[in-house]
C-alpha cells in the first residue's frame, strides 16, 4: 500500500512561512496527482492546492493563491507546499493524498484520492 508522510508543520507567526512536505512510497509517485486539503477545528476538509502528474499543472483554491505555492520533486517523491504571507485563519492540520492521475480527476475532492497522509499541524498566531 503506498505510504504518505507530512511534515513541516509548525507554529508561526501572521505574515510568516512555512513549507510543508509529503513523501510518497512507491515507484509510481510521478504519475499520481496530489492534493493538498487541509481541516480546521469544526470545520468541514477542504482543498488547497493540486499538482497534476499529468501535465504537472497546478491549482488553487482562491484563498491560497498568490500566498502558496505547490510544487514537487519526482526524484524524490515528495511534493511540496510553500505557504507565504501566512494568516490566522490558515491554521489546520494539512493533509496530502495521493491518486494515480487521469484524465479528468477531480483533484479538489477528496473523493478523488485514494492514499491519505495523517496530517501536519499549521498553526498561525496573530
Known amino acids: 500500500q503506498v505510504q504518505v508522510v507530512e511534515s513541516g508543520g509548525g507554529l508561526v507567526q501572521a505574515g510568516g512561512s512555512l513549507r510543508l512536505s509529503c513523501a510518497v512510497s512507491?515507484?509510481?509517485?510521478?504519475?499520481?496527482?496530489m492534493g493538498w486539503f487541509r481541516q480546521a477545528p469544526g470545520k468541514e476538509r477542504e482543498f488547497v492546492a493540486a499538482?497534476?502528474?499529468?501535465?504537472?499543472?497546478?491549482y488553487y483554491t482562491d484563498g491560497a493563491k498568490g500566498r502558496f505555492t505547490i510544487s514537487r520533486d519526482n526524484a524524490k517523491n515528495t511534493v511540496y507546499l510553500q505557504m507565504n504571507s501566512l494568516k490566522p485563519e490558515d491554521t489546520a492540520v494539512y493533509y496530502c493524498?495521493?491518486?494515480?492521475?487521469?484524465?479528468?480527476?477531480?483533484?479538489?475532492?477528496?473523493?478523488?484520492?485514494?492514499?491519505w497522509g495523517q496530517g501536519t499541524q499549521v498553526t498561525v498566531s496573530s
Open positions: 499538482i497534476r502528474g499529468i501535465g504537472l499543472q497546478t
Open positions: 493524498a495521493a491518486h494515480p492521475d487521469y484524465s479528468g480527476i477531480a483533484y479538489y475532492s477528496r473523493s478523488a484520492y485514494a492514499y
Open positions: 512507491g515507484r509510481t509517485f510521478g504519475t499520481y496527482a
